[in-house]
């Protein structure tokens, strides 16, 4: 078992649908979760970051986090073809530095 | 302001080449990191600093030396590196010593290719 998984897509949805990216972990002693975006070619984008069980949003993005069944989650509201890209799930285990990254999900949507 | 800076864009170099990438932050962030990343793969660590000083090697060949002259800058060293080492190279900075506020920046890469 990976310890942070995702699946790899793609996840394909029509502009000004909801998409939603799913990112499970391993281990319960994981702290902090983030999201970062990744388009073809470019670096890693961080766009949400979540420490505590619940929801979080920003503009048009949601982090939800369930430390119970261990998966985190984004969702994007009015989805954009701009929003097309890979979603890396990054999840730091303890108060050290390392990030532990998903596989990513590659993200399309189709105007 | 989240930037993290990287030069150069891209690199070609041959096997037998020595060549330096830099990365730059003006967050006052005091750990800063280097990844591998291959095509369609997540960023693979390769090293971390914290305070200006080597805290995590993930085992990485000696061909790549990290340096780390001042809080704001770090530097990757390549010497007779592989057709394999082709990769984007990613630079990275987060605050230290704040439990759940280590978010993590990346700069824009460095494109790396070994003839």
């Known amino acids: 078992q990976k310890e942070v998984e995702q699946n790899s897509g793609p996840l394909s949805v029509p502009e000004g649908a909801i998409a939603s990216l799913n990112c499970t972990y391993s281990d319960r002693g994981s702290q902090s979760f983030f999201w970062y975006r990744q388009y073809s070619g470019k670096s890693p984008e961080l766009i949400m970051f979540i420490y505590s069980n619940g929801d979080k949003e920003d503009g048009r993005f949601t982090a939800q986090l369930n430390k119970a069944s261990q998966y985190v989650s984004l969702l994007i509201r009015d989805s954009q073809p701009s929003d097309s890209a890979t979603y890396l799930c990054?999840?730091?285990?303890?108060?050290?530095?390392?990030?532990?990254f998903g596989g990513g999900t590659r993200l399309m949507v189709k105007p | 302001d989240t930037e993290v800076t990287q030069t150069p864009k891209h690199l070609v170099m041959g096997m037998t080449n020595k060549k330096s990438l830099k990365c730059e932050q003006h967050m006052g962030h005091r750990a800063m990191y280097w990844y591998k990343q291959k095509a369609k793969k997540p960023p693979e660590l390769m090293f971390v600093?914290?305070?200006?000083?080597?805290?995590i090697n993930e085992s990485v060949p000696s061909r790549f030396s990290p340096e780390c002259p001042n809080s704001s800058l770090l530097n990757l060293h390549l010497h007779a590196l592989q057709p394999e080492d082709s990769a984007l190279y990613l630079c990275?900075?987060?605050?230290?010593?704040?439990?759940?506020?280590?978010?993590?920046?990346f700069g824009p890469g460095t494109r790396l290719t070994v003839t």
């Open positions: 990054a999840v730091r285990k303890n108060a050290g530095n390392m990030l532990t």
């Open positions: 990275a900075s987060s605050q230290e010593g704040r439990v759940g506020r280590r978010e993590q920046y």
């Open positions: 600093y914290s305070y200006e000083k080597l805290s």
